[in-house]
């Protein structure tokens, strides 16, 4: 996902680059997060190929960090629009959103370990 397709996501205009390095920044973020909590890379021939649902995620991720509010109630992007108190309950509605769409991939622990 590159930072263009976050601004257009976001609705932000190409014109206005004033916090692109800002977005860029909580873009990787918001990547790296999303691929610890599927536990894949999501790499395709050395690749970053994302899946809408991941980049819809990371575009959410990304709106309730430039909110600079941990205690925001609600968002709208793109004609959907979800409510969140926390960090912790904004985490638990996007994982559940990868859960959903099949990205997460489980993790196995050997027996006893």
Do not use: H
Not at 20 to 41: F, G, P, S, T
Not at 53 to 82: D, L, R, T
Request: glycine letters at 6%.
């Amino acid at each position: 996902m590159t930072l263009d397709e976050l601004k257009r996501r976001l609705q932000i205009p190409d014109e206005d680059t004033s916090k692109d390095e800002y977005l860029q920044d909580v873009l990787e973020e918001a990547i790296e997060w999303v691929q610890c909590v599927c536990n894949q890379d999501f790499l395709v021939d050395g690749e970053l190929k994302l899946p809408s649902v991941a980049k819809s995620v990371i575009a959410q991720y990304v709106n309730f960090e430039m909110q600079n509010n941990a205690g925001i109630k609600s968002e709208s992007i793109g004609g959907m629009s979800q409510t969140f108190d926390s960090v912790e309950e904004r985490n638990q509605a996007l994982i559940s959103k990868l859960s959903s769409a099949g990205l997460r991939k489980l993790r196995f622990k050997p027996l006893g370990a």
